[in-house]
């Protein structure tokens, strides 16, 4: 027998023995280990492993047979509803790779939030990414969104009241038709939207405004109301202003060039009250101490005053989210100062 019959001869035996074990592996796919004759030691036996994929493999790097799934690629499938409610990338029905991770991020558009995200039928909770990882099976993803809930809290100041009032549940987008009623044919409302003026059309004896809501609110319905002041509160007037010719940098010392008939009503105990000027770029408060003549020129000493001096009954009107961090110090109320939380005494609706 030539050596050359003899080669011929093995490649046909173990063309054979392949056809033989795919053919038994067929037969037989949920089995996890096949056995069969390799021909070659004498032992009969040879083992082949079947893969996560539906494949097979040969113990020791011998011969492998990829899966069905890893040459056609795993079925994902993700889903946005609403779909004007957002996004999720990648979307549709499309094919993973066999073992790869795949993140999909969760979008919703303006005015709406995530409500939830589905995984395989389970709950992920308002989450805006999401990992398969090692993808070796079917999978789906549903994210799911809600028009965005809002809160809008109304609240009302002196002389005017306003309709509706307290704390509000609304919608993205939603209108509240606000009605302010002055108590008096002489005040003016003031309506303040997130702490900046609009205004509001007046109706007859009221005053409307049509609010739009896209993020959340606060309002607050006032009115101009002039301050009652002490008996020794003197605001100074334009023409001593212009014979101003110097304060100093504490402001406990200011010199005027001229006399004229506030300075010569001023005496110690005043309250000197000074608006926005160049001079005075933040105002300025001091209570007088001393008063010095000389010739034309008056020098007026004066220390530190607060609105509590000159105000004995008046409404300021602030805006602003406060934290912890802003408390720097804690000063008890004097008798007749009442602080009102006014979004403590709303109510829900």
Not at 2 to 16: G, P, R, S, Y
Request: proline share 5%.
């Amino acid at each position: 027998m030539n050596k050359k019959f003899l080669i011929q001869k093995t490649l046909l035996v173990n063309a054979i023995l392949l056809g033989l074990v795919i053919f038994l592996l067929s037969g037989i796919a949920s089995a996890q280990w096949v056995t069969t004759d390799d021909g070659e030691d004498g032992d009969g036996a040879m083992s082949i492993q079947q893969t996560t994929d539906g494949g097979y493999s040969m113990p020791g790097g011998g011969y492998s047979m990829p899966g069905r799934t890893s040459l056609t690629g795993i079925t994902i499938r993700a889903t946005a509803s609403p779909i004007s409610g957002g996004s999720i990338r990648p979307s549709g029905r499309f094919k993973a790779v066999y073992g790869q991770d795949l993140q999909f991020t969760i979008t919703p558009r303006k005015g709406y939030q995530i409500k939830d995200v589905i995984v395989d039928g389970v709950s992920q909770g308002p989450v805006n990414t999401y990992t398969f990882t090692h993808i070796t099976q079917k999978h789906s993803i549903e994210a799911k969104f809600t028009i965005q809930k809002l809160t809008v809290m109304i609240a009302q100041g002196g002389n005017v009241s306003v309709s509706p009032v307290g704390i509000k549940k609304v919608t993205y987008g939603e209108k509240i038709e606000l009605k302010i009623t002055p108590n008096s044919e002489d005040t003016v409302p003031i309506l303040l939207v997130n702490g900046q003026p609009v205004d509001a059309v007046k109706s007859g004896e009221i005053y409307e405004f049509a609010l739009k809501v896209v993020g959340d609110t606060g309002v607050y319905a006032t009115s101009a109301v002039e301050p009652t002041l002490t008996p020794n509160a003197k605001v100074i007037d334009e023409a001593t202003v212009q014979n101003l010719s110097s304060i100093s940098e504490d402001g406990s010392v200011l010199t005027f060039n001229g006399i004229t008939p506030y300075l010569e009503s001023l005496k110690p105990g005043d309250v000197i009250i000074i608006g926005v000027t160049e001079a005075t770029p933040y105002g300025l408060l001091r209570k007088v101490t001393n008063i010095t003549i000389n010739g034309s020129q008056i020098t007026v000493e004066a220390t530190g005053a607060t609105l509590e001096d000159v105000i004995e009954e008046g409404e300021i009107i602030i805006n602003k989210a406060l934290t912890a961090s802003d408390i720097t110090s804690f000063v008890p109320l004097k008798e007749g100062v009442t602080l009102i939380n006014k979004a403590l005494t709303a109510t829900v609706t």
